[in-house]
């Protein structure tokens, strides 16, 4: 059947009639259960009393609940309280789900439980290995559920000298070698943690991969996220780096020394 344009001109004006009508103010406040002619702030209190008093029910006041806890995960401002929160809101609305024999509603949310719970664990281990920074407890471990494996072979490249820096790297097996000054890294040291520092996130030296192994990568966006996430991080990773530095620096001190040595014996020899 073909339809022309008056048609669709008919028809369109029936459905603007049809949701002018119901969305007058006299029907509207008739399907509220308000007489449109006695419109009154009492009126309406009474209404939405009553309202209120026909849905308590054991489901809703768990919803509510539910509800008020999800409110609070949008106020609170650092994530493990953020994480406990939405757990409780999650158990809440599980068990609304269940009262009201909604399969969806429960198993959503049910799921949403240990999920939360996970990452509050995760969080939990940060924050206590962040803690012990200030015992000189420096270990990784903690930081191994945030990072990806990547493989390297013998004479591969990892990264050179001025490169643009994007990721931090810990060696799990193998060893690798620092270029510039000959160092070599062996398993559990950290790699391109300063370029992370630098201004413009530039490489610092050149790595090369002297016996196959792997290692573990993080972004730097990922590291700024656990930073945010929990702020003692940072003075945990200030730890890392600043034992870095000061190796550094107690190798520069050995090979000036050692230096000096020499220059004294090639003096004293001359003078000999």
């Known amino acids: 059947m073909d339809v ?42 009474n209404r939405l009393l009553e309202i209120v008093l026909a849905n308590i029910t054991l489901a ?28 409780i809101g999650c158990a809440f609305f599980a068990v609304f789900g269940a ?14 439980v240990p999920i939360n719970a996970y990452r509050l664990r995760q969080m939990l281990v940060l924050v206590k290995k962040a803690r012990s920074a200030t015992q000189g407890d420096t270990s990784l471990e903690w930081l191994k559920p945030f990072m990806s ?15 643009a820096a994007n990721e931090m790297l810990l060696t799990v097996t193998g060893k690798f070698l620092v270029k510039e000054i000959s160092v070599e890294l062996p398993p559990g ?40 996430q929990n702020p003692q991080f940072g003075y945990y990773f200030l730890v890392l780096t600043s034992q870095r530095l000061l190796e550094n620096i107690a190798r520069l001190e050995g090979i000036v020394a050692q230096s000096k040595s020499l220059q004294q014996a090639a003096a004293a020899s001359g003078s000999n």
């Open 4 to 45: 022309t344009s008056a048609d669709l001109s008919t028809i369109l004006n029936r459905i603007l009639d049809t949701a002018a009508d119901n969305l007058r103010v006299a029907k509207i406040l008739i399907q509220l259960g308000l007489d449109p002619n006695n419109v009154t702030y009492d009126a309406i209190f």
């Open 60 to 87: 809703n006041m768990f919803a509510l609940v539910g509800a008020m806890f999800f409110v609070a995960t949008l106020l609170t401002q650092t994530m493990v309280p953020l994480r406990v929160a939405n757990m």
């Open 99 to 112: 009262l009201t024999a909604s399969i969806t509603t429960f198993l959503l949310y049910l799921l949403m």
């Open 149 to 163: 494996e990547r493989r390297y072979r013998k004479g591969d490249i990892l990264f050179k000298k001025d490169d």
């Open 189 to 228: 040291r950290l790699m391109g943690e300063f370029g992370f520092l630098t201004p413009d996130n530039r490489r610092t030296a050149t790595i090369e991969c002297i016996e196959d192994g792997h290692v573990l990568t993080i972004t730097y966006d990922k590291l700024l996220e656990i930073y945010f």
